[in-house]
């Protein structure tokens, strides 16, 4: 009895939750990516709402919405619209509500949105320089990661 309690202990310990290294790792990437983030004056959901604005302008969507972004994103219109709003208020995103349907919200860059794409490749690859990370193993772990997330995104 002793040994199935103490296996059970075990498999609660924090060190032994992938949940907690996750979290710990996520914390810890966006802490890396402050200082970036800040010589660009965006927060790091900003930052990630920028990427996905920045790729739409090679591959745009059918329709560049703030629901397409949540989706993309994986957050929901509650937290995009003062996110949305604030990137507004810099300067880097216009946003317009559909004529068809005013609940409908596109996207798209401003000239300042676009050219901050620029200033952030340098200052990434300092970040990847300075974590001393190899890229295959960063390419590796992204994968296995996304590999997670795709079983986790649709579970019930």
Not at 36 to 55: D, H, I, K, N, S
Not at 89 to 103: F, I, K, N, Y
Request: hydrophobic share 45%; glycine share 6%.
């Amino acid at each position: 009895m002793k040994s199935a309690e103490s296996s059970t202990l075990t498999e609660l310990q924090l060190d032994n939750q992938l949940c907690f290294k996750l979290y710990a790792a996520s914390r810890a990437v966006i802490r890396a990516y402050k200082p970036m983030l800040t010589q660009l004056g965006l927060t790091y959901p900003q930052y990630l709402a920028m990427l996905v604005l920045w790729e739409w302008q090679v591959d745009a969507p059918v329709q560049p919405t703030v629901k397409a972004l949540g989706e993309r994103l994986l957050l929901d219109s509650g937290t995009l619209t003062p996110l949305l709003k604030r990137l507004e208020q810099l300067g880097l995103v216009a946003r317009q509500r559909a004529s068809h349907d005013e609940r409908e919200v596109h996207l798209r860059l401003t000239g300042a949105g676009q050219d901050l794409r620029a200033q952030v490749l340098p200052l990434k690859a300092q970040l990847l320089c300075d974590s001393g990370a190899a890229v295959a193993e960063l390419d590796g772990l992204r994968e296995r990661l996304d590999a997670l997330l795709e079983r986790l995104t649709y579970l019930p």
